[in-house]
C-alpha cells in the first residue's frame, strides 16, 4: 500500500481568518498523526486571499510541539525568496527540535505575483539552481555529513546549530524538467499535480531515469500531490466540496478569491446552472464516500507509480476534513 500524507496550505474557509487557518492547521497535524498519516506538509504563499500559511518554518516548529511521531515537512519553501543559508539554519532547528522527522521541500516558484515577489526581494527562479545548490552543501557540512572542502568560498560560515542529523531533501516539481533535475541532484520529489493540472506519471518517469545516488539518497522517491476530499455519501461528498468548486472557478477566471461559505457556494452553483467548466474541475480532484476516494488513490498511485500521495482537502468545517481524512485512511 502506498504511503498516505498530508498537505495543508492553511485554506480561509468561509469567514475564517488567516490567523485562525494557521491554527487550524495545527489542529489538522495532530488529527493527522492519531490517524496514522506518514507525513504532514505546510506550504509558502503570499498574497493568496484563500491561503494563511506564509511561513512554513514557523508553522513546523509549531507543530514539533504538539506531535511525536509523524513527519514534519514544508511542501514548500520558495528558494528563491530566501538565503539559502538562512533556509539552512531554520531548517537544521527545526532538525533539532525533532531529529529524524523534518522534510525540507523546495520549489523554484515564488509561491505569489511578481510584484509580491518584487517586495519580498526575491531573486527570481532563474536563481533556484545556485541556491539549490548551496542549500544542499550547508546542510551536509552542518550535519558533519560532508564538510565544504578548505578551499570552498562558503567554507567556515556555518548553519548552525551543527547536529549530527540534517532533513531530508525534496524539490517540488511541476514540469519533466524540474522531475529531471530533482533525479540529478539525488534527493526526494514531489509532483503538484493540482497545480500542474497533468499527469504526474511522465515526470516521475523522468525523474526515476535522472536519478543519480547522493548523499541525501541512494534509491529515487517520488510523491504526488493531488486534491481528495470524502464524505459518508457520494452526495454529501459533492455537497461539501461545493466551496472548492467555487474557488476554483475564480481561481479558473483569473480572481483571487477566499474560499465562500457553504451556503454561499450552493447559491453561486446554482446561479451558474450547468457549467462544462464543472466537470473539467471534477476530473482533475478526487470527491466520494471513503471507499471511492481509496480506490482512485490506489489507482493514482499504481498508474504514477508514487511512493507517496499527499492529500489536499478543503472541506467547509474542520470536523468535515477530519472525518474526510479518517475515511481516506480507512
Same mark, same amino acid.
Given at each position: ?12 474557509? =468561509?469567514?475564517?481568518? =488567516? ?16 490517524? $496514522? ?37 514544508? $511542501? ?19 532538525? $533539532?527540535?525533532?531529529?529524524g522527522r523534518i522534510d525540507l521541500g523546495v520549489g523554484r516558484a515564488l509561491g505569489a505575483d511578481m510584484r509580491t515577489g518584487s517586495a519580498l526581494r526575491s531573486a527570481g527562479s532563474e536563481a533556484f539552481p545556485q541556491y539549490f545548490a548551496l542549500l ?63 499527469d504526474a506519471a511522465p515526470a516521475i518517469a523522468a525523474y526515476r531515469a535522472a536519478f543519480t545516488p547522493s548523499p541525501f539518497r541512494d534509491k529515487p522517491w517520488a510523491g504526488v $500531490? ?105
Amino acid at each position: 500500500m502506498t504511503d498516505l500524507s498530508v498537505l495543508d496550505l492553511s485554506p480561509l474557509l =468561509g469567514a475564517m481568518t =488567516g490567523a485562525e487557518a494557521v491554527r487550524e492547521t495545527i489542529a489538522m497535524v495532530q488529527i493527522a498523526e492519531k490517524l $496514522g498519516f506518514n507525513r504532514f506538509w505546510v506550504a509558502e504563499h503570499h498574497s493568496i486571499p484563500a491561503f494563511g500559511g506564509s511561513a512554513p518554518e514557523i508553522l513546523i516548529a509549531a507543530m514539533t510541539q504538539v506531535t511525536s511521531r509523524i513527519r514534519l515537512g514544508s $511542501g514548500g519553501v520558495m528558494l528563491p525568496n530566501h538565503s539559502p543559508l538562512k533556509v539552512a539554519e531554520q531548517f537544521m532547528v527545526l532538525e $533539532g527540535l525533532a531529529p529524524g522527522r523534518i522534510d525540507l521541500g523546495v520549489g523554484r516558484a515564488l509561491g505569489a505575483d511578481m510584484r509580491t515577489g518584487s517586495a519580498l526581494r526575491s531573486a527570481g527562479s532563474e536563481a533556484f539552481p545556485q541556491y539549490f545548490a548551496l542549500l544542499n552543501a550547508w546542510l551536509l557540512d552542518s550535519s558533519g555529513k560532508e564538510p565544504f572542502p578548505e578551499r570552498h568560498p562558503a567554507s567556515g560560515i556555518i548553519a548552525q546549530p551543527r547536529g549530527p542529523s540534517h532533513p531530508d531533501l525534496f524539490v517540488l516539481c511541476t514540469s519533466v524538467d524540474s522531475a529531471t533535475f530533482a533525479g540529478r541532484a539525488g534527493v526526494g520529489m514531489v509532483f503538484a499535480e493540482f497545480i500542474a493540472q497533468t499527469d504526474a506519471a511522465p515526470a516521475i518517469a523522468a525523474y526515476r531515469a535522472a536519478f543519480t545516488p547522493s548523499p541525501f539518497r541512494d534509491k529515487p522517491w517520488a510523491g504526488v $500531490g493531488t486534491s481528495a476530499f470524502a464524505a459518508d455519501t457520494p452526495e454529501e461528498a459533492q455537497r461539501l466540496d461545493a466551496p472548492r468548486q467555487v474557488w476554483a472557478l475564480a481561481f479558473l477566471e483569473g480572481r483571487q478569491t477566499s474560499f465562500p461559505s457553504l451556503e454561499a457556494a450552493h447559491a453561486k452553483l446554482a446561479a451558474l446552472g450547468p457549467d462544462p467548466r464543472l466537470a473539467e474541475l471534477s476530473r482533475r480532484s478526487i470527491v466520494g464516500d471513503g471507499a471511492q476516494v481509496r480506490a482512485a488513490l490506489a489507482a493514482k498511485a499504481a498508474h504514477t507509480g508514487a511512493d507517496e500521495l499527499f492529500i489536499i482537502s478543503y472541506g467547509p468545517t474542520r470536523e468535515d476534513r477530519a472525518r474526510s481524512l479518517e475515511l481516506i485512511k480507512g
